[in-house]
């Protein structure tokens, strides 16, 4: 089937987007980027401009959102809602890490669901004139969400993969590397999609009152052993999985997360420092740049290392 004829793309952004804006715009002459004036009034309400609004009628529009925190959520959605009405002929949102993906489950009564509650708002988002908005989202906490959002948006789940399968391919010991997942929930959402590597397989188990990390199915001996999962927090799940890894004989041991979260600077646990070597327990811990407050603060630090879903969201915007 022949493929339609790309389009061109409006793409504005968010504050602390900018720098992932403009390597997606890098990408293609058919992406050209937008200004918001993002002010506020003296009582710290927004007041929020969207530039030459007249001339974006009539054509394909995209956000690139980060909700990073509460306190920017409400200014990033009230351009969001406002987008779709200025006569644009289609409206993306681009929102790299649903923040709230991971809170998803009500254990007892009285526990609020907030990826449902943040999914409701976003299906609320007016429809364009081109009919629903396309909601862009990677490596999502859990695929069944996608069944929280309305008929009014279209989720599209990407995912980072295939960034990651082509950085171990560039590796030079590529032949020697072996998925490792924290837990059977990391198999079972990407097992399938890095099925040409041997994996292994850790699992939490609970002793007295104490959850600990074992190895549940796999070689890790003489390998170099990336663990692969979503989103990182505190890390310490990473560390526990890293320790039983050496010691099952692992040769090298590294980390992928498609969402470095990292709150309160948790990523200092993982940072190399010269003369300590229980610091440089993680040859290599690649994120993206999903979080870009993030990716600031760990700007050429090792072991860390930046994939970028510029390439990937570029793409995107032409579905």
Request: aromatic letters at 10%; hydrophobic letters at 45%.
């Amino acid at each position: 089937m022949e493929k339609p004829n790309k389009k061109q793309v409006l793409l504005f952004y968010c504050v602390e987007s900018q720098e992932l804006a403009r390597k997606i715009s890098d990408q293609s002459d058919l992406i050209q980027l937008q200004s918001i004036n993002w002010r506020s009034f003296d009582d710290g309400f927004p007041n929020l401009f969207i530039n030459n609004a007249k001339d974006i009628r009539g054509h394909h529009v995209a956000f690139l959102a980060s909700f990073s925190s509460p306190a920017v959520i409400f200014e990033q959605l009230s351009v969001i809602f406002a987008l779709p009405r200025l006569f644009v002929a289609s409206f993306t949102l681009v929102l790299p890490f649903f923040p709230t993906g991971s809170f998803e489950r009500m254990e007892e009564e009285g526990d609020v669901a907030t990826a449902f509650t943040m999914a409701r708002i976003l299906s609320n988002i007016p429809v364009s004139r081109g009919g629903p908005t396309s909601l862009v989202i990677y490596d999502i906490h859990a695929l069944q969400e996608r069944f929280y959002f309305g008929d009014h948006v279209l989720p599209c789940f990407e995912t980072g993969m295939p960034l990651l399968k082509q950085r171990l391919h560039q590796l030079p010991d590529a032949d020697n590397v072996v998925i490792a997942f924290p837990d059977d929930g990391a198999w079972k959402r990407f097992h399938k999609l890095l099925d040409n590597f041997p994996t292994v397989v850790c699992a939490k188990v609970r002793e007295g009152d104490k959850r600990i990390v074992r190895l549940k199915e796999g070689d890790a001996a003489g390998r170099h052993v990336v663990i692969v999962d979503d989103l990182v927090q505190s890390g310490g799940t990473l560390i526990e999985c890293q320790k039983v890894l050496a010691a099952h004989g692992a040769k090298k041991v590294s980390a992928y997360v498609t969402h470095a979260v990292f709150p309160k600077k948790s990523w200092e646990r993982f940072v190399h420092k010269d003369g300590e070597n229980s610091n440089k327990a993680f040859e290599y811990f690649w994120i993206t740049d999903s979080c870009a407050n993030t990716v600031k603060e760990i700007a050429n630090k090792a072991p860390f290392e930046v994939i970028s879903l510029a390439g990937s969201i570029a793409d995107a915007l032409q579905i």
